[in-house]
């Protein structure tokens, strides 16, 4: 059988594996003059990696430990993690509706109309909030998350 300490090594490493992706995912609409389709699925192919290598050592190895650990650390490190979560799906609500609208108005495969996207919809200016709130929200609570569990895996695995 795997080790404890194989196991949180593994998950270290996936988690902080995700990083990379994370920044590169969000250089890439940052340096975007405009944000055409080609450019949406070009982000998405290091988002969703960096999701996945995140998501399955919380699924797989974290929440299922999560109350035999009940204290201190652990639980502020699941709080954050769950804020950052949670922050995320406040995100999709608003990409969802984004992404309704600007495909319906041609502006994904035709990107160069000049055109406010809140002139396409009466609410675009609330879903484009809820998205940069959601995006940064997750970064942050992601990041001091991260941070946390690095903390918890140092003493716990390497120095304890």
Do not use: C
């Not at 999701?51 to 929440?63: E, G, K, R």
């Amino acid at each position: 059988m795997v080790s404890d300490s194989a196991i949180a090594t593994a998950a270290a490493l996936m988690v902080t594996a995700s990083l990379p992706f994370y920044l590169y995912g969000a250089w890439i609409m940052i340096d975007a003059e405009t944000v055409s389709w080609d450019v949406l699925v070009y982000h998405l192919k290091f988002i969703v990696p960096g999701l996945v290598l995140n998501t399955i050592p919380v699924l797989a190895w974290m929440l299922p430990r999560l109350l035999d650990q009940l204290g201190g650390v652990t639980v502020l490190h699941a709080i954050l993690g769950l804020q950052a979560y949670a922050l995320l799906v406040l995100a999709l609500t608003g990409i969802v509706r984004i992404l309704q609208v600007k495909r319906d108005a041609d502006l994904y495969e035709n990107p160069e109309q000049d055109v406010d996207l809140d002139d396409l919809h009466p609410d675009m200016s609330a879903w484009r909030g809820r998205l940069r709130v959601g995006v940064f929200g997750y970064v942050i609570f992601w990041f001091l998350a991260w941070l946390l569990g690095l903390y918890q895996y140092l003493g716990r695995y390497v120095l304890g």
